[in-house]
C-alpha cells in the first residue's frame, strides 16, 4: 500500500538548480523520517539526504552540503529536494524512501519510489 513517486528530475548544466518531489501515500507520512539516495551508472546506491518526521532535523552526504536542501510539506504528504550548483558527478537517478530506523544506511530506508533521473551536463 505504500508508495512513493518521485518528480523533477531533468537534463540540467552544470551550475543549474533542480528541484525533486517525492509524493507519498498510504501510511501516516507525517510519523517517519523520509531520505533521497541516488545511484549513478556503475555505482552503488549512495545517501544524499534525510529528514526527520516534524522536518527539523536535517542529514546530508558530505558531497552535496551546503548545495542540496531537504525539506517535507506533511499536510501535502510530500518530501523535496532542492538541488544547487549541480555538477556532472551529480547525474544519477534520484530515489526517495522511508526511514524506519535511526542511521541512514540504506538499511534502514524502505518503500522506495522509482526513481527520477537527473543528468548534469558540463
Known amino acids: 500500500q505504500v508508495r512513493l513517486v518521485e518528480s523533477g528530475g531533468g537534463l540540467v548544466q552544470a551550475g543549474g538548480s533542480l528541484r525533486l518531489s517525492c509524493a507519498a501515500s498510504g501510511f501516516t507520512f507525517s510519523a517517519y523520517g523520509m531520505g533521497w539516495f541516488r545511484q549513478a551508472p556503475g555505482k552503488e546506491r549512495e545517501f544524499v539526504a534525510s529528514i526527520g518526521w516534524r522536518g527539523r532535523s536535517t542529514d546530508y552526504a558530505d558531497s552535496v552540503k551546503g548545495r542540496f536542501t531537504i525539506s517535507r510539506d506533511n499536510a501535502k504528504n510530500t518530501v523535496y529536494l532542492q538541488m544547487n550548483s549541480l555538477k556532472p558527478e551529480d547525474t544519477a537517478v534520484y530515489y526517495c524512501?522511508?526511514?524506519?530506523?535511526?542511521?541512514?544506511?540504506?538499511?534502514?530506508?524502505?518503500?522506495w519510489g522509482q526513481g527520477t533521473q537527473v543528468t548534469v551536463s558540463s
Open positions: 524512501a522511508v526511514r524506519r530506523s535511526s542511521t541512514n544506511r540504506e538499511a534502514d530506508f524502505d518503500s
